[in-house]
């Protein structure tokens, strides 16, 4: 049975770090695109970063770019977000996703067939 399990959000002040995880279980993360994206109060879901399957390589939002590190770890089935410098605008409930397009990754979560519960992260003082 396929799943997707993220935890790591929590409440942290401006310009702390977070790490967030998306353990999988029933397929291996190393053969599709994979993204993180986020869903903020009031606004739609958007696409943080992602990694794509035909190049190995990870792509970031503008949003994103500099401040947040996606990873994957092969033998453990499990990507990562790490996040550093956060903002108060960085609030919201994070995402993992899978894609089983074979195309490059996108920020599109219409392309994404597989989801995680989601975890909050709160960027407050």
């Known amino acids: 049975q396929l799943q997707l399990v993220e935890s790591g959000g929590g409440l942290v002040e401006p310009g702390g770090s977070l790490k967030l995880s998306c353990v999988a279980s029933?397929?291996?993360?190393?053969?599709?695109?994979i993204g993180w994206f986020r869903k903020a109060p009031g606004k739609e879901r958007e696409g943080v970063a992602c990694i794509s399957r035909p190049d190995g390589k990870t792509y970031y939002t503008d949003s994103a770019e500099g401040r947040f590190t996606m990873s994957r770890d092969g033998p453990a089935n499990t990507m990562y977000l790490e996040m550093n410098n956060l903002k108060p605008e960085d609030t919201g409930i994070y995402f993992c996703a899978i894609s089983l397009t074979f195309t490059y990754c996108s920020y599109r979560p219409e392309d994404y067939r597989f989801w995680g519960q989601g975890t909050e992260v709160t960027v407050a003082s």
């Open positions: 029933g397929l291996s993360l190393g053969t599709y695109n």
